[in-house]
């Protein structure tokens, strides 16, 4: 792989003449100049200078294309900043940090900002480029700001109608186009009457009503049982909140939700911070479906479903940070394989109600410690012209850390 840095350039919407005189030099001198095709028009001819706009797909083709300019002096250009959102991140996560050198420009992001006058610490970001519309749902609350990095002029009419559908017709979106370019643009109306924006390179700036819909969905585990679409076949609320304690979501890190249900644990894991991850592994297809269906709905359509059963279908999956049993745990060789499976430091929670599940729990728990509880649950129901208390079925669960 190249012996030299590479240096990743970002190029604002003013283009060229918007680059600092030592930057020009530096493309100018480069002897393999790779971006968009956008951003290779943007430069002077240079005799000699070979330039190679993105393949597609572009994340299995780098490796490749990177090695084949071993040595030689190369330059990227990207938008803006290229950590945001840009292809400066996903060089450093092939290449490593010591490998590239990032030359940034001000970020769409710092210019929607300014146009808008919100500062950094009271806005959350979403990218949409390249991913499903979805995921801008699990930022939904009432009063929130966002600014979304849309990937098209059709983002900002699909976003406006997952708003609408949640009861949030009333926010106002604005449409931030070609941001520091002689032909910025801004479009303003509700997510309601929303008619769309026709800038390639937006960003929507969000101000979701104060007054959302009813039933509002945190970031904090225990999303109510209605939240979720299910056959019966699914953990709780509060179970699912003890479970989630212990499971401990850290960003960046995975989980392998094991016998998935509804897909709840995993659903909820991953609500908790945008650069978790989730498999979620269910047997029967048609509640695997349901899984996807349940997640896409509550704004993490990135949770991976693998229909099948433990322990085969749990060959060949990353190597979890978390495991969530919720059922299947009396299958010879399941809570083996898990545990196995963990990384060190890695977190196994895993619920049972029956004595078989029990008594195996409770075999581990003799044998390997960590925490062995039993959670009750009864709720207050209707008895006759009173009220009365009508207990949930007991679970066992075996929390475990790997050392």
Not at 28 to 49: F, K, N, S, Y
Not at 57 to 79: F, T
């Amino acid at each position: 792989m190249n012996a030299l840095p590479l240096a990743v350039i970002g190029v604002g919407a003013d283009g060229w003449d918007g680059l600092n005189s030592l930057v020009q030099r530096e493309i100018l001198g480069a002897q393999v100049l790779l971006g968009g095709a956008r951003h290779l028009d943007l430069v002077p001819p240079v005799a000699g200078q070979e330039r190679v706009a993105w393949p597609s797909p572009l994340r299995p083709a780098l490796p490749g294309l990177l090695a084949s300019y071993d040595g030689q002096r190369v330059v990227v250009l990207a938008s803006g900043d290229p950590l945001v959102s840009g292809i400066g991140s996903t060089l450093i996560d092939l290449l490593g940090a010591d490998r590239v050198r990032i030359v940034p420009t001000v970020s769409s992001v710092s210019l929607a900002r300014a146009r808008m006058g919100w500062p950094a610490e009271t806005v959350e970001v979403v990218s949409l480029v390249g991913r499903d519309e979805h995921r801008v749902l699990r930022s939904l609350g009432p009063g929130h700001r966002l600014l979304v990095l849309c990937g098209g002029p059709e983002t900002t009419r699909l976003v406006a109608a997952l708003l609408t559908e949640q009861g949030y017709g009333a926010s106002t979106l604005t449409a931030l186009g070609d941001l520091g370019s002689p032909g910025e643009s801004q479009v303003r109306a509700t997510a309601a009457t929303w008619s769309g924006s026709t800038s390639a390179l937006t960003v929507l700036a969000v101000e979701l009503a104060v007054e959302g819909p009813g039933a509002v969905w945190g970031w904090v585990p225990g999303l109510p049982d209605e939240a979720f679409e299910h056959d019966g076949q699914l953990t709780k609320r509060d179970a699912r909140a003890s479970a989630l304690a212990r499971l401990a979501p850290t960003a960046g890190q995975l989980l392998w939700d094991v016998g998935a249900g509804a897909g709840s644990v995993g659903i909820e894991w991953l609500r908790t911070h945008p650069s978790l991850r989730a498999i979620a592994v269910e047997g029967d297809a048609e509640r695997a479906e349901r899984i996807g269906r349940n997640a896409v709905r509550l704004g993490v359509p990135g949770l991976s479903v693998v229909t099948g059963r433990a322990p085969e279908a749990l060959a060949g999956l990353p190597a979890p940070d978390a495991v969530f049993v919720g059922g299947g745990a009396t299958i010879p060789g399941v809570l083996d394989l898990v545990a196995d499976a963990l990384r060190p430091g890695g977190r196994l929670v895993v619920h049972g109600v029956t004595l078989e599940t029990e008594r195996a729990l409770h075999e581990r728990f003799t044998a390997y410690g960590g925490e062995l509880t039993r959670l009750r649950n009864e709720t207050a129901t209707p008895l006759g012209g009173f009220t009365g208390w009508t207990p949930a079925r007991a679970i066992t669960q075996w929390a475990w850390r790997k050392s």
